[in-house]
């Protein structure tokens, strides 16, 4: 049974880096049919996608958070992982981590979620 | 990139069907079919209901059901039971490898 589980400090403080491991369990990261992604919700808001992964290292980003957002993949770990530069009080949110289809782009099955809150 | 429209809030009573619409641009949808929808509940990760349009996951209920027309897409769910109470988000593939998503409907059952 596939799971995702999203890891890494809940509490970053602005100007920082946001750092979250994804450690998949169930599937392999290297599958040919997947991608990986990351998705946020502020609190009270709505979702928004950060950006995905294969696990040759290809990688797509939302044009909005590109210039800041850098995900990896390690292989032998079966985990991708999230970096999110320059964060501010609006990076604060529930991230999440999923499984994407190539063949339709959408998330079947997903993590948890975990609160990352930037504060000082 | 803009999220896509959904209206804010619907409701319906137990056994009626309800619809929500998700609205985005030719840039948005374009000529592809891949809008997926996610029902989440309070504190809850999302959860897939339909994907590439009208296709409904193993174990998602024939209540979910999810047409797309030119620019609009819609889901919808007959036979309203009270479980079906929660928050839905459309997603589509927007083109140049990237995906949006709508900003959400939240479904009262009366």
């Known amino acids: 049974q596939l799971q995702l589980q999203e890891s890494g400090p809940g509490l970053v403080k602005p100007s920082e880096t946001l750092s979250l491991t994804c450690t998949v369990s169930?599937?392999?990261?290297?599958?040919?049919?997947?991608?990986w992604g990351w998705i946020r919700q502020p609190p009270g808001k709505g979702l928004e996608w950060i950006g995905s992964?294969?696990?040759?290292?290809?990688?797509y980003y939302n044009p909005s958070l590109r210039s800041r957002v850098t995900i990896s993949v390690d292989t032998s770990k079966n985990q991708f992982s999230l970096k999110l530069s320059s964060v501010t009080a609006a990076d604060t949110a529930v991230y999440y981590c999923?499984?994407?289809?190539?063949?339709?782009?959408?998330?079947?099955?997903w993590g948890q979620g975990t609160l990352v809150t930037v504060s000082s | 990139q803009s999220a896509l429209t959904q209206p804010a809030s619907v409701s319906g009573s137990p056994g009626q069907s309800i619809t929500i619409s998700c609205t985005g641009t030719s840039s948005d949808f374009g000529s592809y079919n891949l809008v997926s929808w996610y029902q989440q509940h309070p504190g809850k990760a999302p959860k897939l209901m339909i994907y590439e349009g009208s296709k409904r996951p193993s174990g998602v209920s024939n209540r979910f059901s999810g047409p797309k027309s030119g620019n609009t897409a819609s889901l919808t769910i007959s036979g309203l039971q009270a479980e079906d109470e929660a928050d839905y988000y459309c997603?589509?593939?927007?083109?140049?490898?990237?995906?949006?998503f709508g900003g959400g409907t939240k479904l009262t059952v009366l």
């Open positions: 997603c589509s593939y927007a083109g140049s490898s990237t995906l949006v």
């Open positions: 992964i294969y696990y040759s290292g290809n990688t």
């Open positions: 999923a499984r994407m289809t190539r063949s339709g782009w959408e998330f079947d099955c």
């Open positions: 169930g599937d392999s990261i290297t599958s040919s049919s997947s991608y």
